[in-house]
């Protein structure tokens, strides 16, 4: 039973640039959520989509935007890049209104 | 402004004995309390929770306390073992929210030594 995957692992961006991260849940989740961990932090939640559609948002400007499939896929994209966004990017699938949320091992993401 | 906090950064234990990790949070309204653990190079992995009309939970050889009165829980691990070394977040939501929004601390990152 596959976990939680994400695509690409690492990338190196520069600033203004635009990225693309990629997750597939958990077999049979149905709900995404995405996290930022920057160094020394804890996870901060960007935001969750259900039914192809965002849920709800944390505190982060509309450069954050996303996008969930028909197959429970998801996308995080962020546009106008800026040197604080390196940070590790965490999906994380469960299924609706439950807690327990099951990671994925991060998208490591870098910008010059 | 940190609602959840987690005030030391590390803590060393011996094999056998108990790790006692702590977590203090400001939200009146959190009434959702998870812990994780977390691997180099893997995500968080969950580990036991409590909800806030419970003041103990306990799987195997981890125990959650929560002290709503002190805004103040702790996760202890009975016996500790070397396989227990990570970092371990306490995370917090509340049921008026999205369950996938949790706020987590900063870490305390655990070291158990044989």
């Known amino acids: 039973d596959a976990g939680v995957t994400q695509s690409p692992t690492h990338l190196i961006k520069t600033r203004g640039q635009q990225v693309t991260l990629r997750c597939s849940p958990k077999?049979?989740?149905?709900?995404v959520s995405w996290y930022q961990q920057a160094l020394g932090q804890g996870p901060q939640f960007i935001f969750q989509?259900?039914?192809?559609?965002?849920?709800q948002r944390g505190n982060f400007p509309d450069r954050f935007s996303g996008h969930q499939f028909p197959n429970y896929s998801s996308e995080l994209n962020v546009n106008a890049l800026l040197l604080g966004d390196s940070a590790l990017y965490l999906c994380?699938?469960?299924?609706?209104?439950?807690?327990?949320?099951?990671f994925g091992e991060g998208s490591r993401l870098t910008v010059l | 402004d940190q609602q959840v906090k987690q005030n030391s950064p590390s803590l060393s234990v011996q094999e056998g004995r108990i790790s006692i990790l702590n977590c203090d949070y400001t939200?009146?309204?959190?009434?959702?309390f998870l812990w994780y653990k977390k691997y180099p190079a893997e995500g968080p992995t969950f580990l036991i929770s409590?909800?806030?009309?419970?003041d103990k939970n306990e799987d195997g050889r981890f125990t959650v306390f929560l002290n709503k009165s002190a805004k103040h829980l702790s996760l202890h691990i009975v016996p500790s073992q070397p396989g227990d070394s990570a970092v371990y977040f306490c995370?917090?939501?509340?049921?008026?929210?999205?369950?996938?929004?949790?706020?987590f601390g900063k870490g305390t990152k655990l070291s158990v030594k044989p």
């Open positions: 994380a699938s469960s299924l609706v209104n439950t807690w327990e949320l099951f």
């Open positions: 995370a917090a939501s509340y049921y008026g929210g999205s369950q996938g929004n949790l706020i």
């Open positions: 989509y259900y039914e192809e559609e965002e849920r």
């Open positions: 409590i909800s806030s009309i419970k």
């Open positions: 939200n009146s309204m959190f009434d959702y």
């Open positions: 077999s049979g989740h149905d709900t």
